[in-house]
C-alpha cells in the first residue's frame, strides 16, 4: 500500500469526526448531535504506532478467485436444474439457497473494490473479477458499487457524500415496526437507487461494460433455460439484500442501537459470528474501517493483535437478533444511522 493511498483516505478525518456518536432518539427535540468518539484514521494511526506489525496483515488475496468462481458456476447449475421447477420450488430456493450465494458473491465484490483480490498495481484483474462475481446477481451492479462505496469509507457519516446514509425522508417514513419491515423488503430498490438523487456521479467505461455483460449473460441464461432461471437469480438477490437474515450486516455495521443492545451508541460495531464464513469476514466491520487494506482471510487477526483496541467495544453475536432490534426497538431504526449532522433540531426545522 503507498503512502497515497493512506493520505486518501485520512484526508476527510474532519468528517469522521461529525460522524462518531450521535443519539439516536429521534422523538426528542432538544437532543443534540454527540460526538465523543475517535475517528478511523485517527484510531488507524494510534494502532499502528503502537503495533506496527500489522502492516504485515495488509496486502491481497488472490484465493478468493478459488471461492467466487465455483460460487458462480453453482449458480448456473442451480438454473439448468431449475428450468421447470415450479415457482414455489424457485421463490423457497432463491431465498435459502440462491440468495445465500449472491450474498456472498456481494460480499465478494465488496472485498475486490477495495482491489484485494490482486491489489493496487493490478485495478484491472480487480474489476475483471468483480464483473464476474457479479454475473450471478442479474443486475449490473459491481462497478457502481464501488465507485461509491469509496466515498462510503472517505466521507463516512457525512449526510450527502456517504449514500449508505438513509435519507431524512426515510427517517420519517419508516418509524414503526410495520413500517421498517416494509423499508427492509425495499431495501434492495432504496439502496440501489439512493446515490443517483443523494449524490448522482456520471457513469464511467466500467460501468457501462459491466452493465453490457451482464445484459448479455442475462440474455444467455434465459435463452438456454427459461424465465424461470432468470428470475431465480434476479429474486435471490432481491430477498438476500433485504429482508433476510444475512441482510442484518448491513444494520449492524453503522446503525446506532439503544443503550443496552450494543452499549452507548458506537457509530460502527462488528459482528462476530459464524456467517462471516458466507460473508467474507465482513462482519469484523471496525477492524475493516481502521485498517481497509487488509484482505478478509486476515482481518480477523488485527483485534488479536492489538486486542486493547477492541476488546472493550461492544459488538454483535446475531444478526436475527439486530433485525429483530431493528424492527421492534423504537429507539432503532432508518433514524438511527449514524450521520454527520451538526445539531437534532436542524434536521427538524428542514
Known amino acids: 500500500m503507498g503512502v497515497g493511498t493512506e493520505k486518501e483516505t485520512c484526508m476527510s478525518s474532519d468528517l469522521f469526526k461529525r460522524f462518531f456518536n450521535l443519539s439516536s432518539k429521534i422523538s426528542s427535540n432538544e437532543d443534540d448531535w454527540i460526538y465523543d468518539e475517535e475517528p478511523h484514521c485517527s484510531r488507524r494511526k494510534e494502532i499502528l504506532r503502537k503495533h506496527p506489525e500489522i502492516k504485515k496483515l495488509m496486502g491481497y488475496n488472490p484465493k478468493i478467485t478459488f471461492i467466487v468462481v465455483p460460487e458462480v458456476l453453482v449458480q448456473i447449475l442451480a438454473c439448468w436444474y431449475l428450468k421447470d421447477a415450479s415457482w414455489l420450488t424457485i421463490f423457497i430456493l432463491a431465498y435459502i439457497f440462491g440468495g445465500v450465494i449472491n450474498h456472498s458473491l456481494g460480499s465478494a465484490i465488496h472485498e475486490i473494490g477495495h482491489n484485494l483480490a490482486f491489489g493496487h498495481r493490478r485495478p484491472k484483474a480487480n474489476r475483471i473479477l468483480s464483473i ?57 430498490i432504496i439502496h440501489a437507487l439512493r446515490p443517483f438523487y443523494k449524490s448522482p456521479k456520471p457513469l464511467n467505461e466500467w460501468e457501462m461494460m459491466n452493465g453490457l455483460i451482464q445484459i448479455l449473460f442475462d440474455v444467455w441464461i434465459y435463452q438456454q433455460f427459461g424465465f424461470k432461471s432468470i428470475t431465480y437469480l434476479v429474486l435471490g438477490t432481491f430477498m438476500a439484500i433485504g429482508f433476510h437474515p444475512l441482510a442484518g450486516h448491513f444494520i449492524s455495521e453503522h446503525y446506532l442501537f439503544s443503550e443496552g443492545v450494543v452499549g452507548k451508541h458506537q457509530a460502527t460495531h462488528s459482528y462476530y459470528g459464524p456467517l462471516n464464513i ?73
Open 132 to 188: 464476474f462475481c457479479n454475473l450471478p446477481l442479474g443486475i449490473p451492479m459491481a462497478l457502481s458499487y464501488k465507485k461509491y462505496h469509496l466515498d462510503h469509507h472517505r466521507y463516512l457519516g457525512e449526510e450527502f457524500m456517504d449514500v449508505d446514509i438513509p435519507t431524512r425522508f426515510e427517517s420519517y417514513m419508516f418509524q414503526k415496526p410495520i413500517t421498517k419491515i416494509i423499508w427492509l423488503i425495499l431495501h434492495p
Open 278 to 350: 458466507v460473508l467474507f469476514n465482513v462482519g469484523y466491520h471496525v477492524e475493516h474501517h481502521d485498517f481497509p487494506y487488509i484482505p478478509y482471510n486476515k482481518i480477523a487477526k488485527v483485534s488479536e493483535m492489538a486486542p486493547e483496541f477492541y476488546e472493550h467495544l461492544p459488538y454483535h453475536t446475531s444478526l436475527l437478533k439486530v433485525l429483530w432490534d431493528f424492527i421492534f426497538d423504537e429507539n432503532v431504526g432508518p433514524h438511527s444511522r449514524g450521520v454527520g449532522y451538526l445539531k437534532y433540531k436542524d434536521l427538524k426545522s428542514s
